[in-house]
Nanobody, 124 residues
Framework: QVQLAESGGGLVQAGGSLRLSCAASGRTFSIYYMGWFRQAPGKEREFVGAITTRGGSTYYADSVKGRFTISRDYAKNTVYLQMNSLKSEDTAVYYC?????????????????WGQGTQVTVSS
């Protein structure tokens, strides 16, 4: 089993920055992709980005490309989502998730483990 815990959410003004953290514990060696998703009120959960835990390759949704960056710290078993130039439309609950054996990193149904989510609110 793997446990994931997000932190770092909060209220920020448009144009500002936040860094979310996702701390993993348990059988973390079994995870291949770590992904970030978000869900705004009344909307479906959407893919934000993902990183391969071994090679560090990153993938982003078009809506955040160039503004968000995903990184990982092996020693801390932690993945980060650095969010810059935030917009009001980035307001959502952000979730981190882990895949063991799936291949479609941008599909939420591929993910085996999920964190509890952290709220990000961007005021305009």
């Amino acid at each position: 089993q793997v446990q994931l815990a997000e932190s770092g959410g909060g209220l920020v003004q448009a144009g500002g920055s936040l860094r979310l953290s996702c701390a993993a514990s348990g059988r973390t060696f079994s995870i291949y992709y770590m992904g970030w998703f978000r869900q705004a009120p009344g909307k479906e959960r959407e893919f934000v980005g993902a990183i391969t835990t071994r090679g560090g390759s990153t993938y982003y949704a078009d809506s955040v490309k160039g503004r968000f960056t995903i990184s990982r710290d092996y020693a801390k078993n932690t993945v980060y989502l650095q969010m810059n130039s935030l917009k009001s439309e980035d307001t959502a609950v952000y979730y981190c998730a882990g895949i063991i054996g799936g291949q479609y990193y941008n599909r939420d149904y591929e993910y085996d483990y999920w964190g509890q989510g952290t709220q990000v609110t961007v005021s305009s």
